[in-house]
Nanobody, 121 residues
Framework: QVQLVESGGGLVQAGGSLRLSCVAS????????MGWYHQAPGNKRELVAT???????NYADSVKGRFTISRHNANNTVYLQMNSLKPGDTAVYYC???????????????WGQGTQVTVSS
């Protein structure tokens, strides 16, 4: 079993910043890509940013220049620094990891429980 635990969400005014963290634990051989997705009420879950083991990043157009994803491979941790937050960023943010475990030869997709980010105007 693999668990992803997010932290760092909360309420912030427009223009403010938040930093999300996500730690993966459990039966992990190695982690491929890690990332963040968000889901606003009534909307489907959408990609925010991803990062590979080698540090290659990918961002949604709506967050480019404002958000920065990073990871600490040795600690199985991924971060999302969110600056210049806008009310439209309000959503539940989910951590994602593509993991190889001892029990399966193929990679498996895991999700955290989500953390709420609310940006007030």
């Amino acid at each position: 079993q693999v668990q992803l635990v997010e932290s760092g969400g909360g309420l912030v005014q427009a223009g403010g910043s938040l930093r999300l963290s996500c730690v993966a634990s459990g039966s992990i051989v190695n982690i491929n890509a890690m990332g963040w997705y968000h889901q606003a009420p009534g909307n489907k879950r959408e990609l925010v940013a991803t990062i590979t083991t080698g540090g290659i990043t990918n961002y949604a157009d709506s967050v480019k220049g404002r958000f920065t994803i990073s990871r600490h491979n040795a600690n199985n941790t991924v971060y999302l620094q969110m600056n210049s937050l806008k009310p439209g960023d309000t959503a539940v943010y989910y951590c994602n990891a593509i993991v190889r475990t001892p029990l399966r030869p193929s990679l498996t997709n895991y999700w955290g429980q989500g953390t709420q980010v609310t940006v007030s105007s």
